[in-house]
């Protein structure tokens, strides 16, 4: 059975930093790429950060330079270093985890909350 766990999210003020954890489970991780989404209340989810199998990376416009995406294969555990946080950032945090050659293999986890704010 295939598990993600998000944690790390909280509450921040503007201008602080968070580090997202996802730790997946019941999958080869190093065969997988692997995602960051953000939703906030009211919006639509938003891919934020992906990175994949082969170590390749993309960022949101909106989070580049502020926030960095890495794994560890080692842990199979994917994080979110987010710096310079917003309020705008505020939103649940999900982590996704899908195999290049298979679209079937698309796991999701349960979020985990980022609130910013004074």
């Known amino acids: 059975q295939v598990q993600l766990v998000e944690s790390g999210g909280g509450l921040v003020q503007p201008g602080g930093s968070l580090r997202l954890a996802c730790a997946a489970s019941?999958?080869?991780?190093?065969?997988?790429?692997m995602y960051w989404y953000r939703q906030a209340q009211g919006e639509e989810r938003e891919l934020v950060a992906s990175?994949?199998?082969?170590?390749?990376?993309r960022y949101a416009d909106s989070v580049k330079g502020r926030f960095t995406i890495s794994r560890d294969n080692a842990k199979n555990t994917v994080y979110l270093q987010m710096n310079s946080l917003n309020v705008e950032d505020t939103a649940v945090y999900y982590c996704?985890?899908?195999?290049?050659?298979?679209?079937?293999?698309?796991?999701w986890g349960k979020g985990t909350l980022v609130t910013v704010s004074p």
């Open positions: 990175m994949g199998n082969d170590f390749s990376i």
């Open positions: 996704r985890a899908q195999h290049p050659a298979s679209g079937a293999m698309n796991y």
């Open positions: 019941g999958l080869i991780f190093r065969f997988f790429d």
